[in-house]
């Protein structure tokens, strides 16, 4: 019989109190467990949410915004000095301007943050968006008069936004861009060649009789319809995209920008490069990322994940010291046999390996019942945690996030004649930042707590962990029993 | 060969040293049957501990086959202990959780004898003392002292030693058991050619021996 079968079946030799330990210390294996669970359901919760909201910075002109009209814009030159920033892996700028359908009645639009001077801002095409005059709401898209005195011409037709972009596949990332578009017809433009061609919605395809290959007007000249696509927003059914040149070229815009969205490496750099940017531009630029909300909005997972790893170090302490204590107690009433054993021939290193079989024993035996607990509590565990610590924070989450500057809605403003002030409303309205946030805040509280491999032999590797922390004080004690102790308890 | 030479071991007491061996010299040549006897306290179980390396003497030598064993280091003397020393104790000290089987095994196992050659030494061994088959699969607690008393024996007989120490064998034993465990004994030491050295009480057992040492006060005496 070896050491270490000799250690096992020692585990056993008292039914009662063997059980009575492996209890234990299952309890206490399996709240490691539970706490360890938590802890890596909660920092994978926190991993994708910091990975969900991106690693993007918006770039706008200063004062800007979709209603101040600010006639400001960025510069290309200013966001080259941003594109060669370290960490920037890529910039989309966009230039957005107004286009009105030639014979449409003509509201008085203010400028679109742009500083077009084009006094030909007109298009053969007719807006998608259906506008009943004599009503508040409209088919396809909410309207909203406000200031109710006025009202919309009958022939009015609204504007088409024209879009201008070094970037059309990526249009999603902006704050006030099309959302996702997909082609469903032609090609994608050249986002950096001057070339009058144009990609248009679906809607706006088919209310204009467009197809790959047709041409419409604007700004006095002829664009060349290459992509019909389908935007992921109703905003976005409104739009014409150019390549960025030719916008500037056609509105006359050379070189402006009004908006910009820089790609960050690695979300880790957000912050220092959202810093680099504003130190490049100074006061010409407003740059927001959406880290500080975000930060705000996991607060509380790092909270749950704070506790939760310090009460697996709790756990972890307080089984080793069952164990330590159970092996000393067991040492302590068999030092006779230990006298025994080095007597006839046991050397110390050998009865210590023994004892610590036995605990090991002992530990894994706890461990099972430690890992069964784990696996039954480790996701309402979890789940407790995380709603209690998300429901302490909701209300001063939600206070900050409202009040933020991200929310804006809508991305379309003018003042209509006759006074009246009205606002359409995309489906979704909400802004990038505020959208984001808020459905991350919503599903903070949804941790789904896995219990694999990974975790199943870290709590074997715990319980061993436990079982020689627990041991080496035994160890110690055994090495200080002398053989002839044998003779002395006849 | 086992040789005592001027073998003293001390113990300090609070202020005052006490002389639990106290300058003792003797031999005893191989497969002789010897005994020590004394009253309680008279430094007996000193000095088996002594002759079994148990522990260090304050001072003296003791050699067993020529080998001083005295200047031992600790590892060293484990070694020693396992090779060439058997003990057999009053309360028999058999591991309670063990079959008499394997308390046999024990010291074969520590020796590094492997599976199959350890338990046939050990069958050999418990059949040789008198242990049955079936007696041989139980636990000490299934056993009456005689039989654990001949279980200890065959366990400090494992490893073939030079020397067998052997603490009040017959102590816990009545009359007639004692002298079964006895008579086992004396036929071991001649049949096997092996030391043995007897501690006891029992005078009739001492008159049988080939030697006999009595101590008193931590002296030899006769």
């Known amino acids: ?39 890596q359901a909660v920092g994978q919760k926190i991993a994708d949410a910091k990975s969900s909201i991106g690693n993007t910075i918006t770039i706008a002109p200063a004062g800007f915004s979709q209603f101040s009209q600010a006639n400001n814009s960025l510069t290309t030159d200013q966001l080259t000095k941003v594109q060669s920033l370290q960490h920037v892996t890529n910039v989309t700028e966009t230039l957005t301007d107004r286009l009105t359908t030639i014979g449409s009645a003509q509201p008085s639009f203010g400028k679109f943050g742009g500083s077009s001077t084009s006094t030909n801002n007109q298009t053969s095409l007719k ?106 927003t109703q905003a976005g059914a409104n739009d014409v995209i150019v390549s960025l040149p030719a916008e500037q070229r056609l509105s006359g815009q050379s070189g402006d920008v009004t908006n910009a969205v820089a790609t960050v490496d690695s979300v880790d750099n957000l912050s220092s490069v959202t810093t680099a940017i504003r130190n490049t531009l100074g006061s010409n630029a407003d740059v927001t990322n959406s880290q500080d909300a975000v930060n705000q909005t996991i607060e509380p997972l790092n909270s749950v994940k704070n506790i939760a790893f310090y009460s697996l170090i709790g756990a972890i302490i307080a089984g080793s010291v069952i164990i330590l204590l159970t092996m000393i107690m067991i040492v302590r009433e068999r030092r006779r046999e230990i006298g025994i054993l080095k007597a006839i021939g ?105 219990v694999g491999w990974s975790i199943l032999a870290w709590g074997l590797g715990a319980a061993v962990l436990i079982a020689i922390v627990g041991s080496a004080f035994a160890g110690w004690l055994i090495a200080r029993v002398r053989p002839s102790e044998v003779m002395r308890a006849e | 060969m086992l040789k005592v030479k001027d073998l003293s071991r001390t113990f300090q007491s609070g202020d005052v040293k006490v002389a ?68 057999v104790f009053q309360a028999y000290n058999l591991i309670p959780n063990l079959t008499a089987l394997e308390n046999v095994m024990l010291p074969l196992s520590f020796e590094g004898v492997h599976g199959d050659d350890r338990k ?103």
């Open chain 1, 1 to 39: 019989m070896n050491t270490i079968t000799l250690g096992m079946r020692n585990a056993f030799r008292n039914a009662t109190r063997s059980l009575s330990i492996i209890i234990i210390l299952g309890l206490s294996i399996g709240l490691s467990l539970t706490m360890l669970i938590a802890h």
């Open chain 1, 127 to 232: 807006s998608p968006v259906n506008i009943n005059t004599n009503s508040k709401s409209g088919s396809g898209m909410h309207v909203f008069i406000n200031g109710g005195s006025g009202s919309l011409p009958s022939n009015f037709s609204p504007p088409i936004s024209i879009v201008g972009t070094n970037d059309p596949q990526n249009l999603g990332n902006l704050a006030s861009g099309s959302g996702t578009i997909t082609i469903t017809s032609g090609k994608y433009i050249n986002g950096t060649s001057d070339t009058n061609d144009a990609m248009v919605s679906q809607s706006m395809a088919s209310k204009n009789n467009l197809k790959v290959g047709s041409t419409f007007t604007a700004y006095g000249k002829t664009l060349t319809v290459t992509g019909i696509y389908k935007s992921s």
């Open chain 1, 346 to 450: 046991a050397s110390n290193t050998r009865v210590i390996f023994q004892f610590m079989s036995e605990a090991v024993t002992l530990t894994i035996a706890g461990a099972v019942i430690g890992i069964i607990i784990g696996v039954i509590g480790g996701n309402p565990v979890t789940n407790t945690l995380v709603t209690n610590a998300s429901n302490s924070a909701n209300t001063s989450t939600t206070q900050t996030m409202d009040s933020g500057n991200f929310g804006a809605r809508g991305r379309m403003g003018m003042s209509a004649n006759g006074g009246g002030n009205f606002t359409a409303r995309p489906t979704t309205g909400s802004g990038f930042f505020g959208r984001n946030t808020n459905s991350l805040r919503n599903s903070i509280s949804n941790v789904k707590a896995n």
């Open chain 2, 20 to 87: 639990a061996v106290d300058g003792i010299s003797f031999e005893v040549p191989d497969g002789q049957f010897a005994s020590i006897i004394g009253k309680s306290g008279s430094g007996k179980t000193t000095l088996l501990s002594l002759l079994g390396t148990l522990e260090k003497p304050t001072g003296g030598h003791i050699e067993i086959d020529d080998k001083d064993v005295t200047d031992l280091s600790d590892h060293a003397l484990v070694d020693y202990r396992r090779k060439k020393i058997g003990f």
């Open chain 2, 120 to 222: 046939k030494r050990a069958t050999e061994l418990l059949k040789q003392v008198g242990i049955t088959a079936d007696q041989m699969d139980r636990k000490p607690g299934r056993l009456s002292g005689g039989q654990q008393q001949r279980v200890a024996i065959a366990r400090a007989l494992a490893n073939k030693p030079s020397l067998i120490l052997a603490d009040e064998p017959t102590g816990n034993l009545d009359s007639e058991t004692g002298k079964m465990i006895f008579d086992l004994l004396h036929n071991l030491a001649k049949t096997q050619n092996t030391t043995i050295i007897v501690v006891t009480h029992d005078l009739t057992i001492a008159g049988k021996t080939d030697k006999s040492f009595r101590l008193q006060d931590g002296k030899l005496v006769s």
